[in-house]
């Protein structure tokens, strides 16, 4: 490990994968750290929208992407309570269905081959040094290094919700086998939905999302929980019926947030560290790819702290802000069942608005890569 990095760069995910990459491949010395645990999963369901492989494309890594295999997925169903189902098809492609640690996986590979160091499983302490350089301690089984770096990121997943805030959500994640339903849904109940991403041979992860009230509930009993949802809602009820579970079952907070931070404290953030966007869009993965490039190119194109943070932020918003809005805007609506069902009635009347929507969700790709 050197004494002296450019960047340092905190989560190993999508966005800090990917601006790791472009640092390293621009001749610039970095680090990516993540305090996982290579083995320790990620509560996300894993869908990649249909823009994904362009993003890769782009990078030079076309085919790294197509060795992962991902599951094709070809249409979009939306249900709610006993009659509404609603499938459209993705017009532009079909989206993908993957393991997301398999995914992460690839993505620290790309950067570690681009040049990045790449250490997980790691725990970290920071301070401001002299001069405007961070120091860090950083400990690993039991070893520990004194660098400095440049430049500090923060790419290490959505931030805690405020404690004075409204009733926190929560992410529950598992893994069914033998389901025949071949769409990526979103099953609405009370209060959240369930997400089923196919992955392929009848497999699918499930990945809820919903009021810490079930939590409360249920407590440790996530199969009680998920009789509940079905409960609810008779399409999952039908796509579970011959279903067996064979993964564990994962979950934390996911609070969306209501503001962005892009730059703080002489800290810079990518990903959802930025602000989260609300999975009921599942456009997370492609847009925390995308922001780690663009902060990349800010970093490596230079100026001081503030005016990087200046670029960084109008860019951004350029491209991910009304995707970012539309995403809070439809996740708010699940908040309370009486709007749900009011607009699902509206669906029901005028069905092209789901079609509207399902476009609209989408990550402007082709704007990105220009």
């Known amino acids: 490990m050197s004494a002296f ?30 305090l996982r645990r290579p083995e320790q999963e990620h509560v996300c369901g894993g869908f990649l929208g249909p823009e994904i492989p362009a993003i890769w494309q ?40 993957i393991d997301r640690d398999e ?39 039991g070893i520990s290094h004194e660098i400095k770096t440049k430049y500090w990121v923060k790419a290490n997943g959505r931030r805690p919700p405020p404690k004075n805030g409204p009733p926190a959500y929560f992410s529950f994640k598992t893994l069914y086998e033998n389901v025949r339903e071949e769409a990526v849904a979103l099953h609405f109940v009370r209060n959240g939905h369930v997400g089923l991403n196919p992955l392929g041979r009848g497999r699918v992860t499930m990945c809820s999302y919903a009021s810490g009230d079930y939590l409360k509930r249920y407590g440790g009993d996530r ?57 009921i869009v599942g456009g997370g993965i492609s847009v925390a790819m995308a922001g780690g490039s663009l902060l990349a190119e800010e970093l490596i194109q230079g100026g001081s ?21 539309r995403a809070s805007w439809i996740g708010d609506l699940e908040r309370s069942e009486k709007v749900t069902r009011s607009f699902f009635n509206l669906m029901n009347k005028a069905p092209f ?18």
């Open 103 to 141: 995914y992460n996986r690839e993505l620290n590979l790309c950067a570690a081959d681009a040049g990045a160091e790449v250490l997980l499983g790691s725990t970290c302490s920071i301070e401001k040094a002299e001069r405007g350089f961070w120091r860090l301690t950083i400990s690993r089984q």
């Open 305 to 325: 702290e503030r005016e990087i943070a200046r670029r960084y932020e109008k860019r951004w918003n350029a491209f991910f802000y009304r995707l970012w809005k």
């Open 223 to 279: 199969d009680g929980l998920m009789n509940d949802f079905m409960s609810q809602n008779v399409a999952l009820r039908e796509s579970l019926v011959n279903a067996k579970r064979t993964g564990k079952w994962s979950a934390c907070v996911a609070e969306p947030d209501r503001h962005r931070v892009f730059f703080s404290d002489g800290v810079f953030y990518a990903g959802d560290a930025v602000s989260m966007v609300n999975p």
């Open 353 to 370: 608005i789901y079609g509207f929507l399902l476009k609209r969700s989408r990550l402007p790709v082709k704007r990105v890569l220009a």
């Open 5 to 34: 990095y450019d960047t340092v760069i905190l989560g190993a995910g999508p966005a800090g994968s990917m601006l790791a990459m472009q640092l390293a491949r621009n001749g610039r010395k970095t680090l990516l750290l993540d």
């Open 58 to 97: 782009a990078n030079g890594l076309g085919e790294r992407f197509k060795k992962l295999n991902p599951h094709p997925i070809w249409e979009a169903l939306v249900t709610y309570g006993e009659r509404f189902r609603l499938r459209r098809t993705f017009t532009e492609g079909p989206g993908f269905g």
